[in-house]
């Protein structure tokens, strides 16, 4: 299997990811989204520390670090989550409109 | 590209198809449960993919932690929040945005599919026997020791700040 | 005292500052006591200047560093000769007395420390013309006293017709500069200096070609023409007569319009060096001369007959400087300066006197009531006249002397013509003012003891500058020419019988004004009646022969056409194209604030883009080359 298949398929599921964070109303299913991005470079590294040049493990030490954040990320996102339906009592994205001058 | 149909290639093939599957199932279902559920399945492929790369100790950090962890995070994140019938009505008035997403992400994905079937790469393969558990905790604990106690930090970090968000306020 | 003479337009400058600055705060009294105080410091130094120069007559020149351009420099200073010397202190003496009649004449007016201001500009601008080392900075004051023309024929702006001879004026002796300022150019081009020494040592040596220095000369004259009210460009002269009489009397009389005679003079060897620019201005000179004089006939705003008189005796003195009579037409310039603004002044107090009436047909009879102006009027109209012992007399027969010595026999007809005409008009101003029976409808009052006395004094000269002439061994003449190279006026014995016949010829123009108006047999319904007769010569002359109408239907009216049409161009196609591409951005704008709405979505939206974008533009050559 040659690296290009596994950085397609990283591709792939970055953009369904993207779009899904482009689109989608409900704020969890953003969340969500953003979770396939981030495996979706996580696939990246692991392909790397296969393939490649100077292919070695430290691309798997990478993905264990990501993960790791990827998992910090999601609670805090959830918990912010939490904290805007409590004052807004929705979790629709695009009634989040507060960010502007 | 010659495909030879390897026991990998059709271990490959099925996982990507899985993973997309997922994805795209996430994104077009109409209940948030179901999304979840798709979310998991694509989270569990991916982690087949990385046994296919001779990741096997991510694949199973993958399944607990991902398919395991997160996606029962995201299910509180749904239970503690309520939801109307849900989504999809999303189309109606935000066909532009809809669209401009489309054509952007498109764009996005072409520039970078492009680039990954012009770019040569080497041809090399890593001598994957040497992949072991042991090697991968060595090297985390000595030659990354510092970005680890580092992260242990940063999940301290989200955590308090995690609960302080997510405490309800004294006066409401 | 020529070092310190640098200081002599700077003390009017500080006037004008202090009053600009301080209006509001001056009372009109402190204003006028400000400003003629500094004009009293410069002229107690030009007459310093002068009385050294008489002794000395080299050329003092001081000046500074202004411009490299690369290996030019251009400097700024002042030059302090016999000519510049004579003239700075016409220039500030006149001033002098102008701004202390102006403290009784503006009595009352509402913005005296504006006028003052105005006034001190004005001197400084005139005195630093008169001292000017190089043709640039002339340029520079000549525009300024322009500006200073113009302010002061506008002063009281709102009267409409202030407004439009203010304009009128700006714009016609604006056509001039352009010629003085092309002509300027052309001097540095040639010679490669905008000092006056480098220019006349390159006209000598003939290192100008003679095409461009006459095109040089009738340039600069062009700007003369529109300084000095020269025909075709003295219609404005006229109607500025709309200014306070003051102002008259300063600029329109004696000084500014008299920059044009000055320029002429000062740059005399390169029109000597020309065959046509002299003949040009000598009949420039000479037709302005008759021209004006007839038209003078039969005015009736006596600021008008005195306006028409010194655009004909401006004419006079280019005739006479074209004529070769260098001394002839500077001797005529100051005593012209004297006794013309003796007249203003004069009429300024009969002005003053019958509450702001100028027309003549409304006087009469102030022979009985005001004694003392009408003898100050009096001696005035001697003078322009040419009855000797009075100084007009002595200029006039100069310049006749030089027109005829000078061979040009058609030019001296002109002249003694126009001086028969001076006579008659000037005459005919006086009797119809102060002789004859009583008209003015309303109570005399008493003209102020401080408008009296600078006429007094600008009487003296008025009588006594003519003796200059009779200066042993011819001294003004060979004081003023010494060290310039220039002749002093056409070789030969001047014929005897030529004082004679000026003298029978004003006579003869005084007697006819007595015959026709003189004698209290002209009554009043008789001079009203006659602006009536249209197309008669007499209608041609009260409208000075329809130039201004010709100028109005050649060029106003077409060129308002053309503004029209070009209006409606703008507006319509050039503000239509503003307006939408205003319009385009305006709604691009709006796109672009709609999309600022808030969520975060369509800022990572419009991010993507962007990005999408950037990476196209940097790899568009590798994606499609």
Known sequence: MPVTSYLALGAVLFSIGLYGVLTKRNAVLVLFSIELMLNAANINLVAFSKYGLYANQTGQVFTLFTITIAAAEAAVGIAILFALYRNRNTTNADEFDSMKG | ?172 | MSDIAWLIPLFPLLAFLLLTMGARRFSDGVASLIASGAVLISAGLSVGVLIEKVSMVAPTTLRWRWLSLGDQSISFGVEVNQLNALMLVVVSVVSLLVHIYARGYMAGDRRVPAFYAYLSLFTFSMLGLVLSPNLLQLYVFWELVGVCSFLLIGFWYFKPEAKRAARKAFILTRIGDVGLFIAVILIFWQVGSFDWGPIFTAVEAGKVAPEMITLIALLIFVGAVGKSGQFPLHSWLPDAMEGPTPVSALIHAATMVAAGVYLVARAFPIFEASDIALDTVTYVGAFTAIFAASVGLVQHDIKRVLAWSTVSQLGYMMLALGSSGYVAGVFHLTTHASFKALLFLGAGAVITALHHEQDIRQMGGLWKTQRVVGWLFLLGCLAIAGIPPFSGFFSKEEILTAAWLDGRIDVFILGVITAFLTAFYMFRLFFLVFMGGKKAKVEETRVPRIMIWPIIVLALPTVGAGFLAWLPEHGFSHWLTEGTGIAAGPEGESPGWLPLLTVLISVVGIGLAWLRYGRGRVNSAQVEAEPAKEFSIHGLLSHAYYVDDLYRWVFVKPYRWISLALTWLDRYVIAGLVKGIGLLFQNLGRIGSTMQNGQAQTYALVSLLGLVILIMGLSAGRWFG
């Open chain 2, 1 to 172: 590209m010659a495909l030879s149909l390897s026991g990998e290639s059709i271990a490959f093939f099925v996982l990507s198809m899985m993973a997309i599957g997922g994805g795209i199932m996430m994104i077009n279902s109409t209940r948030v449960v179901h999304m979840v559920l798709a979310l998991a399945f694509s989270l569990l492929s991916i982690a087949g993919i990385y046994v296919l790369l001779h990741a096997e100790f991510l694949a199973v950090v993958q399944v607990l932690i991902y398919t395991g962890a997160i996606s029962i995070l995201m299910l509180f994140g749904i239970m503690l929040t309520k939801h109307k019938v849900d989504e999809e009505d999303g189309w109606s008035g935000r066909l532009g945005h809809s669209l401009l997403s489309f054509l952007g992400v498109g764009a996005l994905f072409a520039i970078v599919m492009g680039v990954i079937y012009r770019t040569p790469f080497a041809g090399k393969v890593a001598a994957t026997k040497s992949f072991t558990v042991e090697a991968l905790g060595k090297s985390v604990f000595k030659q990354y020791v510092i970005p680890f106690e580092l992260t242990s930090i940063l999940l301290l970090v989200a955590l308090v700040g995690a609960v302080i968000l997510a405490k309800k306020e004294a006066d409401s």
